[in-house]
């Protein structure tokens, strides 16, 4: 079972134009994570959120946690070729004493200069 | 420059063969996972670590079996690998979250290992 879903799963924007990507759950994660994957790498963690309705900022990328800490979203501001790349959101949960994290199922992301 | 290393990029293996897939961090964490990755799918969780000889089942642990007789090393094996097993498989380690915190710690992934099961 998928527990967290994201939107759109591709997603092909000209250089200098704003997006946003979604992540959605039913479930209640006690914190929420966002990583980048490039080809040929493994994930890279951007950012970490903890509290419902926390929004951070990372240079040009926003992510917030959704009040009821079920869902996410990452913002980009005037994006560039470099941010390209497969973008996943993990909910962490704590699973008979021990930290887990869920995946969703990605967006790929493409930046045209 | 912390490290989380696999033994392959890519292999290329039969049906009904036993595969080892190793996976080597020197950060000493003492968590670390394998994931499978599939297109549309994301990540899923096959098997998870949290200490030397211990070992905890994820979310799709069927057909996998896991090692972890050293700290730094988590080794993943296929019994008998079958076509359903082609796939990107990724490592990571992590340091344990302290009990009772919420945060969860970032995860340090390797390059993925590439198998094609014929």
């Known amino acids: 079972t998928q527990l967290l879903e994201q939107s759109p799963q591709f997603l092909s924007i000209q250089e200098g134009e704003n997006l946003t990507v979604y992540c959605n759950s039913s479930?209640?994660?006690?914190?929420l994570q966002w990583y980048r994957q490039e080809p040929g790498e493994g994930p890279v963690l951007l950012v970490t959120?903890?509290?419902?309705?926390e929004v951070k900022k990372l240079k040009r990328l926003t992510f917030q946690f959704g009040d009821a800490r079920k869902d996410s979203s990452l913002h980009i501001t005037a994006a560039q070729p470099g941010d390209t790349g497969l973008y996943l959101c993990?909910?962490?949960?704590?699973?008979?004493?021990?930290?887990?994290?869920?995946f969703g199922t990605g967006t790929r992301l493409t930046i045209i200069p | 420059d912390v490290k989380v290393t696999q033994s392959s990029r890519y292999l290329v293996k039969r049906t009904g063969e036993k595969v080892f897939l190793e996976c080597v961090q020197d950060?000493?964490?003492?968590?670390m996972f394998w994931y499978r990755q599939d297109p549309g799918l994301g990540l899923r969780l096959i098997y998870f670590s949290y200490d030397v000889k211990m070992k905890e089942k994820g979310d799709i642990p069927e057909g996998y079996s896991v090692s972890r007789e050293k700290k730094e090393r988590f080794s993943l094996i296929l019994e008998s690998a079958s076509t359903n097993q082609t796939s990107m498989y990724l490592c990571?380690?992590?340091?344990?979250?302290?009990?009772?915190?919420?945060?969860?710690?970032?995860?340090?992934f390797g390059p993925g290992t590439r198998l094609t099961v014929l």
């Open positions: 959120v903890v509290t419902g309705g």
């Open positions: 950060m000493d964490h003492e968590n």
């Open positions: 479930s209640v994660f006690s914190s």
């Open positions: 990571a380690s992590s340091k344990p979250g302290l009990a009772g915190r919420v945060i969860m710690n970032e995860q340090f």
């Open positions: 993990a909910g962490g949960r704590w699973n008979f004493g021990n930290e887990k994290l869920t």
